[in-house]
């Protein structure tokens, strides 16, 4: 049923227009569910955006900012998408065309939220 419920989530994201590859990870860094559109190193993608998360949550602790939700990694056709989707998960998406991150995290954190609220 677990995997039933991240393969939803999944599905979920990769519908995001703009999204070409994505990922449910733990907060310590072992992906769940996945989507890519090309080869990588799975392991190490799932560690490193955990890791990213971690920093930036606790750069914004040290600086008293409230609500961090997201960390946006942006290249010049690509983005990377960072974002905690409760207290035992994380989504990582790789974006195409910068010019709709705002829209894609828009929707992106909906999907968060809910996976936030189910695991």
């Known amino acids: 049923m677990l995997k039933e419920k991240i393969s939803a989530f999944i599905d979920k994201i990769q519908a995001i227009q703009g999204v070409l590859a994505c990922a449910l990870v733990s907060r310590d860094g072992i992906i769940a569910g996945k ?51 409760g207290e035992n998960f994380i989504v990582a998406a790789i974006v195409r065309d910068k010019n709709n991150a705002d829209r894609v995290h828009t929707e992106l954190h909906a999907v968060a939220k809910q996976i936030g609220e189910v695991m």
């Not at 799932?46 to 930036?56: E, H, K, P």
């Not at 040290?62 to 960390?71: P, Q, T």
Request: aromatic fraction near 8%.
């Open 35 to 85: 989507f890519f559109d090309k080869e990588l190193n799975e392991p190490w993608f799932g560690a490193l955006s955990a890791t990213i998360l971690a920093s930036a949550e606790s750069v914004g602790s040290i600086i008293k900012m409230n609500g961090m939700e997201s960390v946006t990694i942006r290249g010049q056709d690509t983005s990377v998408i960072v974002m905690g989707a």
